[in-house]
């Protein structure tokens, strides 16, 4: 019997084969790179940063008289030399917003131009990658001076977080239940989906995990009698998580309807699987938790799985006061992030404070 392979793994070979098409479309230095980032970032990470630096790379052959008759994956270490301070500045005003182009399509009626629109985030994570990039290129003296250190990320600016209130938590489910606001179209497919939907949202409600862990999840990972399972987190490292007795309920419930279903080869483990018989991707469980939530919160239009963690942690620290508890059961790698989003002082506490201080009478 041959050994299983687990979904995180093959999601890794996955990641890895795209990340080598994508240097094929690179720079020889940008493999070199990848590779001196390998033990340090997940094949995630670097995915993300090949698409970036192809995106750079893609804007100074567009825009820079120096790379315009330069094929990308010929520019060399000299060339990359030439790269200014003000290629860059000019990089992130473009990234605000551009069209995306296929090099290897023509754009017409089939293919036409996307307009792209990058935000505050967005930007910090390409220059920080461009940033790096030019740190390693310094380093190893294949440029002579590193421009990339003159160009100052944008201030990030810290939003508020977006959570559901217990009411509104309850009319999220109670859709699912009842179906009340669906089209007939989506009416036909609960009758199908509901018990799966149901247990995915309790899951999100009632552990806090992410939607790329919940995906991974096979059935073998539960423990009913614990109210336990195993997640595998960011970076790969396995932890054991707790729910309480209401999502051991429908979990329950839901693999009855699970054992019926003939997977498809290669899915036969997968917890949640899609219409189509597959372990479901993180857009399919994105949608289908958009849905719903448009129906249950309509002034919240950006319920996502992240928002309802985002419940789960505020919900969390709101019971428990444990900053460091939230952190963990987060799976944060750094208490401070917690901090950032989750130990912020109410309104209401500011109130009750400033009824405390005793002063003189006047």
Known sequence: MSKRTS????????INDRLKDLQRQLPSSCTDYFRSISQTTSPLTRLAYAYDLRLFFQY?????????NTSIVAITGRDLS?????????????LQQYVKTNFSKETDE??????????????????????????????NEIIAANVATRITLPKRHEKPILYLEPEEVQKLIDTVKHGEGLSDRQQKYLSITKQRDIAILMLFLGTGIRVSELIGIDIDDLDLNDNAFVVTRKGG???????????????????LARKQVACLPGHEFALFLSLQRRRMTARAVENMVKKYALIATPLKKRISPHKLRSTFGTTLYQETGDIYLVSDALGHSDVNTTKRHYASIKDSKRREAAQKITLPDV
């Not at 030439?82 to 473009?94: L, P, V």
């Not at 490292?237 to 693999?255: A, C, F, G, R, W």
């Open 82 to 94: 030439e790269i200014t301070a003000n290629d860059i500045a000019g990089f992130q005003e473009y």
């Open 237 to 255: 490292n396995q932890v054991i998580l707790y729910y309480p007795d209401t999502v051991k309920s429908v979990l329950e419930e839901y693999l």
């Open 110 to 139: 089939e293919n036409p131009p996307i307009l792209i629109q990058n935000y505050e985030l967005g930007i910090m994570r390409k220059l920080s990658c461009i940033r790096s990039y030019f740190e390693y290129l310094f380093r």
């Open 7 to 14: 979904y995180q793994t093959q999601h890794s070979i996955r």
């Open 60 to 68: 100074l052959h567009l825009e820079s008289m120096y790379f315009a």
